[in-house]
Nanobody, 118 residues
Framework: QIQLVESGGGLVQPGGSLRLSCAAS????????MGWYRQAPGNQRVLVAV???????TYADSVKGRFTLSRDNARNTVYLQMNSLKPEDTNVYYC????????????WGQGTKVTVSS
């Protein structure tokens, strides 16, 4: 089992910045990738950014150049630095971790609300 605790959401004006944090605990050695998804009401949860155990990072096209995903291995924590925020970035953001194949398990945080509004 993996537990994920998120922090850092809130209200920010367009063009502003926020940093989300996600700390993992439990069976952390089974984690193969960690990242963030977001979900608007009535929509599916979609990938924002993910980093693999090997350090490869992937971003959604909509956030490339604005968001940066990083990790602190000593703290088992990933950070999502969000700059140049737009109203369309308003969502609930969920931290995710995945175990390695052949059986991939998804674990989710509780979600943190990000609102971009003037």
């Amino acid at each position: 089992q993996i537990q994920l605790v998120e922090s850092g959401g809130g209200l920010v004006q367009p063009g502003g910045s926020l940093r989300l944090s996600c700390a993992a605990s439990g069976d952390i050695f089974s984690i193969n990738a960690m990242g963030w998804y977001r979900q608007a009401p009535g929509n599916q949860r979609v990938l924002v950014a993910v980093i693999t155990r090997a350090g490869t990072t992937t971003y959604a096209d909509s956030v490339k150049g604005r968001f940066t995903l990083s990790r602190d291995n000593a703290r088992n924590t990933v950070y999502l630095q969000m700059n140049s925020l737009k109203p369309e970035d308003t969502n609930v953001y969920y931290c995710n971790s995945k175990t390695a194949p052949p059986v991939v398990y998804d674990y989710w945080g509780q979600g943190t609300k990000v609102t971009v509004s003037s």
